[in-house]
């Protein structure tokens, strides 16, 4: 099982910015997929998830009308496309599979990780 994120670097403040996850070793259309970030010295946290069965995607309240996340079963593939980014976004993006049917925030629901791809946002 692998998720392999990819697409972070360094943006300026109102940028923007497209995180990809490719999931392979399971079966990725039976999975609800959601994005997490974790900054230095806080917890990790919830930024966006797209369940199975499609329906309304979750976002975080901080990046909500910003951030929007989709998911492409035939490449195996969830993106995180950001817009106007901001400093506070500044983080370690990690995709993230479970198999609770819509979306939970709760990391320990969360079977597979990515490594995570740094994201800065800095003038």
């Known amino acids: 099982v692998q998720l392999q994120a990819s697409g972070g670097g360094l943006v300026q403040p109102g940028g923007s910015l497209r995180l990809s996850c490719a999931a392979s070793?399971?079966?990725?259309?039976?999975?609800?997929m959601a994005w997490f970030r974790q900054a230095p010295g806080k917890e990790r946290e919830a930024v966006a998830g797209?369940?199975?069965?499609?329906?309304?995607?979750f976002y975080g309240d901080s990046v909500k009308g910003r951030f929007t996340i989709s998911r492409d079963n035939a490449k195996n593939q969830v993106n995180l496309q950001m817009n106007s980014v901001k400093p506070e976004d500044t983080a370690v993006y990690y995709c993230?599979?479970?198999?609770?049917?819509?979306?939970?925030?709760?990391?320990?629901?969360?079977?597979?990780w990515g490594q995570g791809t740094q994201v800065t946002v800095s003038s």
């Open positions: 993230a599979a479970t198999t609770v049917v819509g979306f939970t925030t709760e990391t320990g629901q969360y079977w597979y």
């Open positions: 070793g399971f079966i990725f259309a039976d999975y609800s």
């Open positions: 797209i369940s199975v069965i499609g329906g309304r995607p």
